[in-house]
């Protein structure tokens, strides 16, 4: 069974960092592009990060840029998400997700991702 399962999120006061992992059971990681993409409540979801299969490309959304590493460790059929500097703005349930993508691209579009995790919440609050 294909399964992508997030973990790492919690509670983090402002300015403080969480390490989130979307770790892969029944396939490998290695050939597809992993997207990270968050909810907050009332919103819509968004894409906030994206690494190409082979590592070498990387986006982000604006508001994480500089703040946010996307990084993957192929052997350990793991990626990562690090984020440094957590706003409260950042509050939302966090996804990671796998397109079959060419390699060395990326996306931004949910369409392009056809497995997708279960989700795991952040929320940034004094």
């Known amino acids: 069974q294909l399964q992508l399962v997030e973990s790492g999120g919690g509670l983090v006061q402002p300015g403080g960092s969480l390490r989130l992992s979307c770790v892969a059971s029944g396939f490998t990681l290695g050939n597809l592009a992993i997207g990270w993409f968050r909810q907050a409540p009332g919103k819509e979801r968004e894409g906030v990060s994206c690494i190409s299969s082979s590592g070498s490309s990387t986006t982000y959304l604006d508001s994480v840029k500089g703040r946010f590493t996307n990084a993957r460790d192929n052997a350990k059929n793991t990626v990562y998400l690090q984020m440094n500097s957590l706003k409260p703005d950042d509050t939302a349930v966090y996804y990671c997700?796998?397109?079959?993508?060419?390699?060395?691209?990326?996306?931004?579009?949910?369409?392009?991702?056809?497995?997708w995790g279960q989700g795991t919440q952040v929320t940034v609050s004094l």
């Open positions: 997700a796998a397109a079959p993508l060419p390699r060395g691209t990326c996306s931004n579009w949910e369409d392009d991702y056809g497995s």
